[in-house]
């Protein structure tokens, strides 16, 4: 089956990394259809990151040349810094380049905060932070041997900028995605390298269990995909250090608010009591 649609990538190499089911999957689908070639990288585990099946990437790569596109695989790790530079390798071998980079690979260890050992954290922490950091140094450094420019798209999630119930090592990894990618968008921006971040809501393995999703088919892979082609494309122009929040139709974006606060008159320091008296106004939003 041909799938052609406007040709936005022609030409491009795009690398995706967890690409191999979910988000990524879907993601790599839609760069393929727009001309794209696409790296498929899936270490291929379970949710928890156990395991490994190099099947899954491939057979993503396969149904994108199915639909008339190009795609090779890779099936190391994200939080390898040897899979890593393997990965890279692969795609200039491949096709010649790199002009984006999406941090897609994830896994969940969930536990709330008094029962989570050290591997939850460290598993998590590695495959979300570590594995961000490791391919948007490989990515800035090919981007720049190439002469500059680049699109970096990285993954965070509500989770990471409100919060949620049970995933302190989850929230942390991709909290802390979302400082990367703003200091990362400061950095690069004179190679002319954008870095963005998504912070996705869809029913995947990733998340079928939660009661929001039961029954619903109205928050997919496939809606979450476009928001990824935008900021990986040229009509993302030189917008970068943004969150661009994506659930079913409804498209919006995160930011971290500063308060105007208030000065101490005679710039004196403030007493913790006058804090409390004055904390009203000291977090009031503009
Ligand atoms: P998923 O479990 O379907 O996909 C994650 C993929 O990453 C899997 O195919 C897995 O094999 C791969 N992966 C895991 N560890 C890897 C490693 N070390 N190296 C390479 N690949 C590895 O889950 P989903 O939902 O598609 O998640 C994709 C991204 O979106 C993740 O970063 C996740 O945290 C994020 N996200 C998803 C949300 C959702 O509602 N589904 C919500 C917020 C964020």
Redo the contacts with the bound molecule.
């Keep these: 089956m041909r799938v052609r649609m406007t040709g936005s990538m022609d030409g491009k190499v795009v690398i995706i990394?967890?690409?191999?089911?979910?988000?990524?999957?879907?993601e790599a689908l839609l760069f393929g259809d727009e001309g794209a070639r696409v790296v498929v990288?899936?270490?291929?585990?379970?949710?928890s990151?156990m395991g490994e099946?190099a099947s899954?990437a491939e057979l993503v790569a396969a149904t994108i040349r199915e639909r008339g596109g190009q795609a090779v695989a890779h099936?190391?790790?994200?939080?390898?810094r040897e899979?890593v530079d393997a990965l890279f390798a692969v795609a200039v071998r491949e096709f010649g380049r790199v002009d984006v980079l999406v941090?897609?690979?994830?896994?969940?260890r969930d536990r709330t905060l008094l029962k989570l050992d050290d591997a939850e954290w460290a598993a998590v922490l590695?495959?979300?932070l570590t594995?961000t950091f490791l391919c948007t140094q490989a990515a800035a450094k090919q981007m720049i041997s190439q002469g500059g420019g680049g699109r970096i798209v990285n993954?965070?999630?509500?989770?990471?900028m409100l919060g949620n119930f049970g995933q302190s090592n989850?929230a942390a990894a991709?909290a802390g995605i979302y400082g990367f990618t703003r200091t990362a968008a400061i950095e690069l921006q004179k190679h002319r390298i954008t870095v963005n971040a998504?912070?996705?809501?869809?029913?995947?393995?990733?998340?079928e269990d939660?009661p929001m999703f039961h029954g619903k088919e109205s928050?997919t892979?496939e809606h979450?995909a476009p928001a990824a082609l935008f900021l990986g494309s040229d009509l993302a122009g030189d917008r970068t250090g943004f969150v661009l929040a994506v659930s079913g139709s409804r498209m919006y974006a995160f930011k971290v608010v500063e308060t105007d606060g208030r000065f101490k008159e005679g710039g004196q320091p403030w007493t913790a009591a006058e804090i409390a008296e004055n904390w009203e106004s000291i977090v009031r939003a503009r």
């Design positions: 990394t967890g690409a191999g089911g979910g988000l990524g999957r879907a990288n899936d270490v291929g585990g379970d949710r990151g099946d899954r099936h190391g790790s994200v939080a390898s899979d941090n897609n690979a994830g896994i969940l590695g495959v979300h594995g993954t965070t999630s509500v989770s990471g989850y991709k998504l912070a996705p809501i869809a029913k995947t393995r990733m998340t939660l928050m892979p979450v």
